[in-house]
């Protein structure tokens, strides 16, 4: 009779050794999950050790950027609550197809650390980060973690040349949209390209009010926020993209009201604190409307009343399975870390952390040329007259090198030429574009295009970016190019691409931007200075060879 319990008595002390073996596994296997995880951390952080230097120093200088320490913890957070299902999807099995977007990181990474890109570089980490996970949990698993991994992207800089060109965009329409506001309620005032003319007194709009501080922190909570929504897909969308035209509008406003301020209290009232705290004030705003919107396409419950922002917002997740779940077979329950696929990864990553080790070591020729300051300033019957560049430009422009100087001929008005030399495309560092500058300043693009002279080299020419400019009733025209070695360019992408190519193929990524600028004035037309720059073009561009070599 005692038969029975007895076996059932062996049974139970048979499952609760199986269960602390288990247990025991289980703890080990995330050990060595968290160690390995480390490992792969050390070596992400050596690599890109340039690359998270640089992200980290905007997030703390940049405002615009201000928000992005809050984007990998976000991400995190909402990876984190779906843990189990990616432990199920990892058990499942990871996919082979992942190693392309491993392989496609590494190169992104080549191209960044030559072509000095950390847009790039960053991309290179974004990639990878996405081809492993592939490779661990399957493309299901990244699937259920998609908008997590998307939102990583805000955490990114944009590229110098399209943040200044999307800033200068903006302000533009910002301060077009500020003076509209200020005439509706009765402030005369007019615009100047970026200049605001309130009579007594200017308002420049400058890239800090060209509204990217509010737009790029409201588009990654409207992303946010549309995320959590449990609503259709297109209200969703809807919450998503307000957030652009929200930014912009209100950025247009905050700039009527700080010309109001300043037309009642003076100049002051657009510096300092009352400044800081529009700003604040105008952000709140545009989250108000948000959540105003989100609150209008909200549905109603099936009992027809509206549902409570606890219903509308929240988070997916994945239930937690039982401790017997979890206990019953390790091999069932934690997916197996060692695998040919894990390995592969951290192959590819030391590979890579090596060869970004030896590459800071490797330098780029540094050729023999002359100093800028040595360019001669008499050309033939023109006469130039050196002139200083700024401290503050010089350390936005970070250039190697420059000549700037005023060429003229009797009574003929000046042509202003700068040579701009780098020795080397230092990551965040290059030739400012004047496309992306000349709108400073209050000066518009009438028009822009590429056409070609003569050098003043026997059968060659020279392709030139040709741009007519205006300021009120100032114009002037502006010659440009980028001299990259024995070439001639006017494209900045290819200027980028270059520098990726000469760096392997030569050992060499040194060059310069040359701009020539002359003013039209009231009783010339626009050909005439057209010959004036062409003959100014023709003298100094034989000249550059030995100042900025072939």
């Known amino acids: 009779m005692n038969t029975k319990p007895a076996t059932l008595d062996s049974d139970r002390q048979a499952g609760k050794f199986l269960d602390s073996f288990n247990l025991d596994s289980l703890a080990r296997n995330r050990y060595v999950g ?10 992400l952080s050596v690599t890109y050790r340039e690359s998270l230097t640089f992200l980290f120093q905007v997030w703390m200088t940049d405002e615009n950027y201000g928000y992005g320490p809050l984007i990998p913890f976000i991400s995190g957070y909402l990876v984190w609550i779906q843990r189990d299902r990616l432990i199920e999807h990892a058990r499942n099995g990871g996919c082979w197809w992942g190693l392309l977007l491993v392989l496609a990181g590494a190169g992104f990474f080549i191209i960044g650390e030559v072509a000095a890109l950390f847009f790039v570089a960053h991309l290179s980490l974004w990639s990878i980060l996405i081809g492993s996970l592939i490779m661990v949990i399957g493309v299901r698993g990244v699937k259920s ?76 909570l409207g992303s946010l926020c549309a995320y959590l929504y449990r609503e259709q897909w297109w209200k969703r969308v809807i919450v998503c993209l307000a957030s652009i035209p929200i930014a912009i509008a209100l950025n247009g406003l905050r700039i009527a009201a700080i010309g109001v301020l300043v ?38 419950s099936s009992a027809g009343v ?16 039982s401790v017997l779940g979890r206990c019953a077979s390790t091999e069932a329950t934690y997916p197996r870390i060692l695998s040919p696929k894990t390995l592969c990864i951290f192959g590819i990553l030391l590979l890579m952390t090596l060869g970004s080790t030896l590459g800071a070591t490797r330098g780029v020729a540094a050729p023999t040329r002359q100093s800028l300051v040595d360019f001669p300033l008499q050309l033939e019957d023109w006469h130039g007259e050196p002139l200083a560049m700024e401290k503050q430009y010089l350390d936005a422009l970070k250039l190697d090198d420059y000549v700037l100087a005023n060429y ?38 009438s028009s822009f295009e590429t056409v070609t002279i003569h050098s003043g080299i026997r059968n060659q020419s020279l392709p030139v970016n040709r741009v007519l400019i205006q300021k009120g009733d100032q114009r002037q025209i502006v010659y440009y190019w980028f001299k990259q070695r024995d070439r001639l360019l006017t494209n900045e992408y290819l200027v980028k691409f270059f520098y990726f ?50």
């Open 408 to 445: 003229q001929f009797g009574a003929l008005p000046p042509v202003n030429f700068y040579v701009a030399y780098y020795s080397a495309p230092i990551k965040g560092r290059s030739a400012h574009s004047p496309k992306t500058c000349i709108p400073g300043d209050g000066w518009e693009i």
């Open 145 to 220: 973690i998609a908008f997590p991994l998307l939102y990583l992207l805000f955490a990114f800089p944009l590229p110098t040349f399209l943040h200044l060109d999307l800033s200068t965009q903006l302000q533009l329409f910002s301060s077009a949209l500020g003076v509209g506001c200020l005439k509706l309620i009765g402030v005369m005032a007019y615009r100047d390209g970026n200049v605001i003319d309130l009579g007594p007194i200017q308002l420049q709009v400058v890239e800090a009010c060209s509204g990217i501080r509010f737009l790029f922190p409201l588009l990654a």
């Open 34 to 43: 968290v160690f390995l995880g480390l490992i792969v951390l050390g070596l």
């Open 306 to 321: 509206r549902r409570s922002w606890a219903e509308l917002l929240s988070a997916p997740s994945s239930a937690r399975p």
């Open 263 to 300: 037309e009642l209290k003076g100049p002051e009232a657009a510096n300092g604190f009352a400044h800081l705290f529009e700003g604040w004030v105008f952000f709140v705003v545009a989250l108000a409307l948000l959540i105003l919107i989100m609150w209008l396409l909200a549905g109603k």
């Open 501 to 550: 190519w000469d760096s392997l193929t030569r050992g060499r990524t040194d060059g310069a931007l040359v701009r020539l600028v002359s003013s039209i004035m009231p009783q010339e037309s626009e050909a005439v200075v057209d010959l004036r720059l062409e003959e100014v073009a023709k003298l100094v561009s034989p000249r550059l060879s030995q100042f900025v070599p072939d």
